[in-house]
């Protein structure tokens, strides 16, 4: 079936260690999307990816780092001098110009 | 920059009865897409229901329909015969038609819908 992966679904992360979270997409979309999810805040755009090997700032990707070397994949670091990064993450894809499909999502804690 | 409105944290409704979640957002666009949202506990983000602006027909998908206001920039969604399956987050969220949209959706804060048995 085709969808998108997310990996792992629970991490935690002790202060000043970097994090990666996995997000893989078998649906053959052009753009992918990382979204982080707060009480209250909705879903605010991290980074976002129209093709391979390149990729564009959202609204908050101040301690964020991204990588689009493959289609498929999408992998989002969360690095240490993200402040407050404890947080449901969410991994998106879309043909051009339409609906965005999620994945099931992350959820990091710092301990 | 579009901001995306939801001023109802939280709505309670009766089973089977009628709700409507509202919505309001902010562009100088002419062409863009609306959409409802769906994120129940399992936090999936699922498709309710999609506009597109340039089309006056309001958008209806079985007991989901939407109330689209391109002038008052309202898109609010109503959902007819409330069931419990329908506890959820409901997130609108604006996408512009700029650029093929490339940029992806801006989503509002939410509301909260209660199911009351």
């Known amino acids: 079936d085709g969808g998108i992966t997310q990996s792992p679904k629970y991490l935690f992360r002790k202060e000043g260690q970097n994090v990666t979270l996995s997000c893989e997409q078998n649906?053959?979309?052009?753009?992918m999307y990382w979204y982080r999810q707060d009480p209250g805040q909705g879903l605010r755009l991290i980074y976002y990816?129209?093709?391979?090997?390149?990729?564009q700032k959202g609204d908050i990707a101040e301690g964020y780092s991204v990588s689009r070397e493959k289609k498929e994949s999408f992998p989002l670091t969360v690095t240490s001098a993200q402040k407050n990064p404890t947080a449901f993450y969410l991994c998106?894809?879309?043909?051009?110009?339409?609906?965005?499909?999620f994945g099931a999502g992350s959820r990091l804690t710092v301990l | 920059a579009q901001t995306v409105t939801q001023s109802q944290p939280e709505m309670s409704v009766q089973e089977a009865e009628t709700v409507t979640l509202s919505c309001t957002y902010d562009?100088?666009?002419?062409?863009?897409?609306l959409f409802w949202y769906k994120q129940p506990p399992s936090r999936q983000m699922i498709l309710v229901i999609r506009?597109?602006?340039?089309?006056?027909q309001n958008a209806t998908e079985n007991r989901f329909s939407v109330n689209f206001q391109k002038a008052a920039k309202s898109f609010s969604l109503k959902i007819s015969d409330s069931q419990l399956g329908d506890a959820a987050m409901y997130f609108c969220?604006?996408?512009?038609?700029?650029?093929?949209?490339?940029?992806?959706?801006?989503f509002g804060k939410g509301t909260h819908l209660i199911i009351q048995p």
């Open positions: 649906l053959n979309h052009d753009a």
């Open positions: 998106a894809s879309a043909p051009r110009a339409n609906v965005l499909t």
């Open positions: 990816s129209q093709i391979v090997n390149d990729f």
């Open positions: 562009t100088s666009e002419s062409d863009y897409y």
């Open positions: 969220a604006y996408r512009s038609a700029i650029g093929g949209g490339a940029d992806g959706l801006t």
């Open positions: 506009q597109e602006a340039y089309k006056q």
